[in-house]
Nanobody, 125 residues
Framework: QLQLVESGGGLVQPGGSLRLSCAAS????????IGWFRQAPGKEREGVSC????????NYADSVKGRFTISRDNAKSTVYLQMNSLKPEDTAVYYC??????????????????WGRGTQVTVSS
């Protein structure tokens, strides 16, 4: 059974950093592009980033470009989202997603085949 489990969320001060992890089980991560989405209370879900199956292609939302970095370790079946220079507006539940893909490319919106349950990130002083 395909599962995605996010971890690494928590409370951090503005300007701080967090690293989120997305652990995959029940499938071979090598064949999947992975995305990250977030949803803040009262707001629409927002695509944050994606990484292609081999990691050669990444994309970011304008709101996080230059601050967030996505990476993957297929040997560990894990994808990471390094978040630096965090702002209060980054506060949200963060979800990882996966989509089976042939090509080594990704678009954030097209990674939404499978979803994890999310991890809360709160940026506050």
């Amino acid at each position: 059974q395909l599962q995605l489990v996010e971890s690494g969320g928590g409370l951090v001060q503005p300007g701080g950093s967090l690293r989120l992890s997305c652990a995959a089980s029940g499938f071979n991560l090598d064949y999947y592009a992975i995305g990250w989405f977030r949803q803040a209370p009262g707001k629409e879900r927002e695509g944050v980033s994606c990484i292609s199956r081999r990691g050669s292609s990444t994309n970011y939302a304008d709101s996080v470009k230059g601050r967030f970095t996505i990476s993957r370790d297929n040997a560990k079946s894990t994808v990471y989202l390094q978040m630096n220079s965090l702002k209060p507006e980054d506060t949200a539940v963060y979800y990882c997603t996966a989509v089976l893909t042939v090509q080594d490319i990704c678009t954030i919106i097209n990674t939404q085949e499978y979803w994890g349950r999310g991890t809360q990130v709160t940026v506050s002083s």
